[in-house]
């Protein structure tokens, strides 16, 4: 993947920006597979964390996605989704056979499907569900999409729809499959780092396509056939894809990950998840905060005034895939990495209670929402709050990481206690964090226009002045 400046971005109303990135086998730091997402969404758009068991079913059962009914298969497998509450898909997830998928948005010039179809999120879900490697992975999301297409309203409160590219990972290898409408191209990648965001990346190099890639450009004179196509260059929609400064945004993500001396392990991939951009730094305290500029698009997104600010990190997450043993996926279930703690989860261990599902009203007693208080706290005086925490943050992280290298060599119920034990901890951190804050902050009243568009998401979710 080449890197370097594509001209000066262009600015829209942008929302659904993404960052995922695969390390493979050669540059971590065990020799393992890691893929790490930030899932970017509206402020409110509260994710759970749900773990849905393996399934048998019958010979005419039907699976309803989030606006589609399709025909069901006869086994289902198990499945870890960070979900966004109002969908039946998902932005990120894990199967229990180590396959690993997100995806992001895309914007192309193929014309959005009119009849209903399904997300980009629903054929994440499926191929979870339905595959053991990487590579059926890829087979079964291209099969669904010649059988059914892709499209449908997929903004929270706002009006979007989109096309979608996928990064997925198995114990051994990873696959970029990105999508215009029915038409495909998917890479394989056995070495190195590979990071997607939100804009096509694969060009004239790829291993598999649709039948029709090339001839539906070729029919709308985009090139004269294979020997001048360019996949990303030809069906990109160019003003959009600059918007969200996709490009720059992968390049960042793939240095950052490409670059630990002796490879990267997965509290790497989580300081990759939290970046804030070259100038802000990675020490606290630091002079970079949200609130500054109308423009600023990060790895670790946060949201603000305007329409280029729309979008807002609502989850994250890393998973390490050992060819043997099992996997451990770290998710945090909560809105903004860099306020945030990651907490490992593994299928035999179960799902440690994560309360109510969230909806995209306040409700403290699910985890999502519990944690937001914590990070709204921390924009009165993002620079000077997050200096509180943020090396009691890293120390806790450290240490979560320690305790579950050793419960992944031990029993299910080693993980099960370290999963609980895990949770207890982030809640307990978090509070004396929030108290920390608000004895900061008290009295401090925000101004300026990124306090103006918090004080709208929180009058949405929380009915506050």
Known sequence: MACGPRGTP???????????????????????VLL???????????????????????????????????PQVASTHAVLLSQPYWMWGAEMGANEHGVVIGNEAVFTRVPHAKAPALLGMDLLRLALERATSAEEAVEVICALLAAHGQGGQAGHTKHLEYDNSFLVADTGEAWVLETAGREWAAQRVTAGVRSISNALSLHGSFDRSSDGLVPYAVGRGWCRGPEDFDFAGQYSDRVYT???????????????AGSVPGG??????????????????????????????????????????????????????????????????????????????????????GLTDQGPGPTGRRDEASRWWRHERLHRATLADYPNAIALYAD????????????AEHAALGSAEDRAECSRDALAQIDAAEARWLAAVEQATAGAKPRGLHAKAWRSWDRQAFGAS
């Open 10 to 32: 262009r600015w829209g109303s942008m929302r659904g920006m993404c960052d995922t990135f695969a390390v493979l086998p050669d540059a971590t730091a065990t020799g393992e």
């Open 36 to 70: 790490a997402k930030n899932s970017d969404r509206e402020p409110n758009e509260a994710q759970q964390v749900v773990l849905v068991p393996a399934a048998g079913h019958s010979a005419d059962a039907v699976v309803r996605c989030t606006y589609l009914a399709i």
């Open 242 to 256: 600059r918007f969200g400064r996709g490009f720059e945004r992968q390049c960042r993500t793939a240095e950052l």
């Open 264 to 349: 990267a392990g997965p509290l790497d991939a989580m300081g990759v998840l939290r970046d804030h951009g070259p100038g802000a730094g990675h020490g606290y305290p630091s002079a970079w905060t949200p609130a500054a500029g109308l423009t600023g698009v990060q790895v670790c997104m946060h949201a603000g005034f305007g329409p280029i600010r729309g979008s807002q990190s609502v989850a994250s997450m890393v998973s390490r895939l050992p060819a043997a043993g099992p996997a451990t996926h770290w998710l945090t279930g909560a809105s903004a990495p860099c306020t945030a703690v990651f907490a490992p989860v593994w299928f035999d261990a």
């Open 392 to 403: 009691e943050r890293d120390d806790l992280q450290r240490t979560l990481v320690e305790q």
